[in-house]
Every structure is written in structure tokens, then in C-alpha cells.
């Protein structure tokens, strides 16, 4: 083969892997807002808010159950057809998803619908477990990877920007009689989306990476639990995770809250407030990810990380200790246009860390993989199960929230930002070096 046909099929691969990237934030932000049906259908219940969010948790639940698998999947049939396993995987879920709009609105009609929700989970796992590595192989490990993957990340968070604001605008207002018949304009878009991107990535020529390539006859002497800074990697991922979303989420129930307790006295609003300040944050983790791609390739993974961790802990110590002592007016991303708003000043000190946060995976993923060679898939696979940090570390985050308050409670993330910190200044140094690879 050619020079310029390997380089015309590399990127091809790469271009294909970012359309994943934002397929990935795609199906992952179709929960939420369809979860607003479900929550004014058991309004009645005293748990609607913890209903409604059932549908966001059976898609995180899925990557503890589908990451070693997904990434088993990857050493027996390949990049391309894991990826083409996981598209139809979603198309799967979300027609089961349609299908929950045939019964009756009630227990059996959400049972359907999360069973749907649970099997689009399984494909943003195997997708996740498809792109990171091969981005990462394509570029060569090292700032190109890492580039690669923060380029990804950037239309990853695009697409999580967008999605909500387009499945809300087809959705329009839900009552308490709203069914998932009612949205069916937004399913069968999605339906759409998993057809064509199938159909597409069937006739791409992507060959897997050489590098970590495994045959039939390949012998695993080691697993990527042979190798300290993977092992350490991992933990990274699940603190970074929970991290990520607990930042935002606690500070939406801070804001939210009118109590003395909460930041949102005398806010008119407060809830709404709460939920564009977090939105916010997703928006400069966006913001973070476009800047940070163009930097990448001159500032390693491990000088960035330790760059962003330690901004964050600042910003984070500065939140807890200043609180609610004064306010300040802050710009907030409503969805159409931003608007200025008063907040406690801690608020505007814990959006921020969206933009330290917005490079963490790429750049732990990077550092947790460099020199596994051929243990690359086996890796990915298990980094997907400790996504389920995302659900873990915010329940025990809002826990000491319920029980000292929301700035204390800050105290995880400020720990969890201490630990990728070191991470990155000595736990992802390779001191396996003898392992072949």
C-alpha cells in the first residue's frame, strides 16, 4: 500500500471516530430529557425527580456490566466491527424505547423504556471502548493521541450541548398526560442517525491500528493489570468521573435550594438559575476541549493534567471557604444566548473548573495506555467499567451535603483532583518496562 493511501485511510478512521466521538454524547443526553416524561407521569409518588433520572442511571449502569466484554470484542473481531456491533446496538435500544410508547402509561410502559435505556448503554460503552484506543494508536500515543482524542472530546461535548436543546425543543411541554408516543418525532431521528451512521461505516474501508494488533493466535502472557500505572490509571478514571459530574450537579442542588441551607435566597427563578449555571459548566468544558486540542500537540498529556488539577483544586478551596460571604454577577449559557445572573460567589469559582476538568479523560487515558502495546483493547474494556464513578462518588458527595452542607461536601472532588494529581506527576510513570508488549 501507498504512503498516501495509508495516510488517506488513516484519516478516514479518524474522521469516522470523531463522528462516534459525538454519537457517543448523543445517545448518553436522550435520557435526560426524555426522562422529563417519566417524572410528571409519577409526580404523585414523592420520587419523581429520582424517576426521572432512572433512565440517565441504567446508561451508566451498563458500562459496569458491557466494559470488559466491549473490550474483549475489540481482540477478537476488530476495531470496525465492534463499532458497527455497537451502532446497531443503539438502534436496538432506542426502538425498544418506541416500543415503551405502546403501553399504557405506568409501571409496565417504564419498565420497557428503561430496558431500552440499559441496552443504549451498552452501545455508548462499546463506542467509548472503540474510539479512545484507536485515536490514541492512530496518532501514535504520545501529544498526537492525546490531540486526537481532545479533538473527539471537543465534538463529543458539542453534540451533549445540542442534544438536550434539540430533544426539548421537539418535545415542547410535558404534562402529566405526555407519552412517549408523544415524542415519537424524536426517536425515529435517532433511529434515523444509528441507520445512516451503520450503513456509512459499513462501506469504510478502516483497517485496525498495527500496533496492538492481536490475531487468533496471539498469546496473552500479562493483562493490563500487570502494568502499576494502568491499575492507578483506572482509579484516575472513576474519581474523574465522579468528579466531573459532581461538580455540576451538587452546585445545580445548591443553587436550586431557597433554605438557608442553599445558595438560591432571594433568587427568583432559583431553580432555573441552578440549571443554567450547570449548564454552564458543561459549556466551558466544551470551551476547554477546543483550546486544549490545539495545545496538545506541544504540551504533553502529563504536563497538561498536572496544569488542570491543580487549577481546579484552587478553584475548589476557594468555593468552599468563600461560599455564600458575597454574590456576583456571572454570565450563564441559558441554551439561546448568555444572560447575566447573581450568584454566590462560590459559584462561579466551581464553573469554572470545567475547564480544568474538560481535559482529564483524554489526558488520563493517554498516560494510563502509553507502552501497553497490544493489552491497548483489553485496556479500554475495563476503563469503560470505571465510568461507573459517575454514579458512585456524587451519591456520597450529595450524602455529606444532606448531612454538614453543599461546600463541605466539596471535599470529595477536592480529593478526588488531588489524586489525579499525583497520578500524573508519578503514578503514570511505566516502571513495567520489561513486559513485552
Known sequence: MSQNKQQSGSWIAIVTMFFLYAM?????????????????????????NMIGMLGNAMNFLAYLFMGIPAGKMLTKIGYKKTALVGIGTGFVGVFVQFLSG????????????????????????????VVNPMLNLIGGGGNRGNQLNLIGGTLNSLSGTLTPMLVGALIGTVTANTRMV?????????????????????????????????????????????????????IAIFVYVGVEVGIPGTLNF?????????????????????GFVAGTYWFL????????AFLAGKVSSKQMMVFATTLGMVFILCAMFLGKSSTVAMPVFTGKSFEMVTVPIAALFLVLCGLCTS?????????????LGKYSAQASGIFMMMVVGGGIL????????????????YIVPLLGLAFMCYYALIGSKNVNTDIPV
Open 359 to 371: 481535559v482529564m479523560w483524554p489526558c488520563i487515558f493517554n498516560l494510563a495506555c502509553e507502552g
Open 102 to 129: 405502546m403501553f399504557p402509561l405506568g409501571i409496565g410502559g417504564f419498565a420497557v423504556y428503561l430496558l431500552g435505556a440499559f441496552i443504549s448503554g451498552f452501545c455508548v460503552c462499546m463506542l467509548n471502548t
Open 254 to 274: 445548591f443553587i436550586s435550594d431557597t433554605t438557608e441551607k442553599g445558595g438560591g435566597a432571594g433568587l427568583m427563578n432559583a431553580a432555573a438559575i441552578g
Open 394 to 409: 456524587p451519591l456520597v458527595q450529595n450524602f455529606i451535603a444532606d448531612n454538614t452542607g453543599y461546600m463541605v461536601s
Open 285 to 292: 468544558m466544551l470551551v476547554g476541549r477546543t483550546i486544549s
Open 24 to 48: 457517543i454524547s448523543f445517545v448518553t443526553n436522550l435520557a435526560a430529557p426524555i426522562g422529563v416524561i417519566w417524572k410528571n407521569a409519577f409526580a404523585d409518588t414523592g420520587s419523581a
Open 182 to 234: 408523544d415524542v415519537n418525532l424524536v426517536l425515529y431521528i435517532a433511529m434515523a442517525v444509528f441507520a445512516l451512521a451503520f450503513i456509512v461505516l459499513a462501506f469504510i474501508p478502516i483497517a485496525d491500528p498495527e500496533r496492538g494488533k492481536v490475531t487468533k493466535d496471539t498469546v496473552f502472557e500479562h493483562s493490563p493489570w500487570a502494568f502499576r500505572h494502568f491499575v492507578l490509571g483506572t
